[in-house]
């Protein structure tokens, strides 16, 4: 009776294993896609994009063999792809061949692109198609799309004596961008594209006019999310203590870790260290601007969304002119405030004028004062701000704003998108700081 019973078992065995095994050749056979288009974000000509991947499923009754799975412009385009762990063999015309999909089962995809030189400033379209073809004839394709963009990639880049810069193509630092003690670099119109732990280092000066300075990564973390929303992509802008005459005009740092720190160096009270106009210092993770023992002047600028403080002024003096301040930095919930002064012991706060600025955020006091007292020089006027409301001399037409207000906080701005990270810091229209700010 065992006998018969393991007989029975091999045989139900090898029926389903031929029923597993059957491959079909008929006309009807198709594939279904996970998606007909594979859409790759910008990318940097000559550099390699990250990986992409869809699933192709074979949902018939019946097994499919696959004659070649290849690119339609074979290896021209600088895509690579790998069909359930084969790759796509580019010295062979960029296929694979005998390809089985047995029924009810699926293949993964894996795609990746580095683009050749385009020879054009704006980013280009590549694309080709990406064929499986069965033993039958029957064709399909997925459509595989990118935008390149060529850029000048600079490694480690020393400015050693006074140097301009004005380049038409974005330029991709990798490791440090540095100004030599005594050297002055100019920045006109130029985007600067900061690899991984990559930053600028001056011991010299620095000047900006109309750039961007921002991470690297041009795709996305999510469907909806672009890495550049993500803060922490590049190191940010350090001036040492040798550094001094620094301007920067019309500039945007973004998603930096400490997006720009100036330490702390003997008092100049003839000369700014720093003067920022019409900047944007958005969502770092650490610091925003944080400046010690300087005299520095920041003119509408919008400084927000930072881990740490959005401005930090610790000692020397400091000019604050219509400016929009706002801590609404999404990934910590104890985070550093909008405004910070610090009189420091070793580094006294000399002076402070702020006039014009907008200052609030999540937290009931985004205005923090260490050990500055009274006697301290420090003056807020024709500013809202969002702290205890003072009356002690230092403060003179001030909207005092707090959480029971009406309007608030989020309220005063277009857009505060907390899901999506999308910022528009113009004011709303029922916002009660209408006149101040930077817009």
Known sequence: MKRIFYVLIVALIIVACEDEDKFSTGAGMRLDFEVDTLQIDT?????PSSTYSFWVYNRQDNGLRLQTVRLKKGNQTGFRVN???IYLDNSNGSQVSNVDVRRKDSLLVFVELTAQTTHQLEPKLVEDDLLFVQENGTEQAVNLRAWAWDAKKLYDPEIAEDSVIE??????????????????????NTELYFHDASGVEVYGSLKTEGCLLRGDRLDY????????????????????ESSTDNELVDTEIRNATDALVMDQAKLDEEAYRLVMTHCVVHNSKGVGVKVTNAKVKIDHCQLTNAKGDCLAVIGGMAEISYCTIAQFYPFEAERGAAIRLVNGDDCPLKRFVCEGTIATGYEDDEVMREQVGDEVDYRFENCLLRMEAMDNGHFKDIIWESPTDEIEGKDQFVMIDEEKLEYDFHLSEEST????GCY
């Open 43 to 47: 990318v940097f000509s000559n550099t």
């Open 167 to 188: 380049s038409a193509v974005p330029l991709v630092i990798y490791g440090n961008l540095t100004v030599k003690e005594g050297a002055t670099l100019t920045l006109r």
């Open 433 to 436: 700081a209408k006149g101040k």
């Open 83 to 85: 069909v359930d762990g």
């Open 221 to 240: 973390m999510f469907n909806y999310l672009p890495y550049d929303r993500i803060s922490g992509q590049w190191k940010g802008v350090h001036f040492y």
